[in-house]
């Protein structure tokens, strides 16, 4: 079955580290994007990509980066990681161009940086 | 900008009541208007969507009718059960050319004791 993976799913990193977390879709969407999760805001919009070498900042990109290399994967890099950055971060992918496109999400990454 | 409003939460209900929660927006243009369901541990997973006025969305008993007058997506189940224990989340979806670009409400977490 096709499926988003996310990895890892659990991560603490120190303050000023570099930290990468994975997300793999099987599905050949086009579209992914990375979302945190935060109490008492929802899911806010890091960064997306609407295909190969096409990124976009979204609501709360400050701090991260993505590219997009092939169609399979959206890695999120979080340059140098803060304790603002404790979160739980969901990736998550569609197709076509349709604004009533569902998404599919993968399961999260809660990372917490001390 | 596009925002959610969801109802505060958390909603804690006896199994076989009747359920409400409130969802409005604000939006430019005319959106698509999804509830995505979160249960522990698990990422997000597509409730019910609707796509245009007076559409309604139905899925698993839960439904809800996009009201463009009062600019809301209410969700409602007329008897709920201890497995619908969850994060309930509305979100919108803009058309044009920012399709798949999603705008979360804050969620809503519904509990249901036997």
């Known amino acids: 079955d096709a499926e988003i993976t996310q990895s890892p799913r659990h991560k603490i990193t120190e303050t000023g580290r570099q930290v990468t977390l994975a997300c793999h879709q099987t599905?050949?969407?086009?579209?992914m994007f990375w979302y945190r999760q935060d109490l008492g805001h929802g899911l806010r919009l890091i960064h997306y990509s609407y295909g190969v070498q096409d990124t976009n900042k979204g609501e709360v990109s400050d701090g991260y980066s993505v590219s997009r290399s092939n169609t399979e994967d959206l890695p999120l890099t979080l340059e140098s990681a803060a304790s603002s950055q404790t979160s739980v971060y969901f990736c998550a992918s569609s197709n076509g161009q349709l604004m009533n496109t569902e998404a599919f999400f993968g399961q999260g990454t809660r990372l917490t940086v001390v | 900008g596009d925002s959610v409003t969801q109802m505060e939460g958390p909603v804690t209900l006896s199994e076989e009541a009747f359920l409400t929660i409130n969802c409005t927006y604000t939006a430019t243009g005319y959106p698509s208007l999804f509830w995505y369901v979160q249960y522990p541990g698990e990422g997000l997973q597509l409730l019910l969507k609707?796509?245009?006025?007076?559409d309604k969305g139905s899925n698993k008993g839960f439904e809800a009718t996009y009201r463009k007058e009062t600019t809301s997506f209410h969700l409602e189940k007329g008897s709920v059960q201890v497995s619908d224990s969850a994060v309930y989340f509305c979100?919108?979806?803009?058309?044009?050319?920012?399709?798949?670009?999603?705008?979360f409400g804050q969620g809503t977490i519904l509990t249901v004791h036997p």
């Open positions: 609707a796509t245009k006025a007076d």
């Open positions: 979100a919108l979806g803009p058309g044009g050319t920012s399709y798949g670009k999603l705008t």
């Open positions: 599905w050949n969407h086009n579209n």
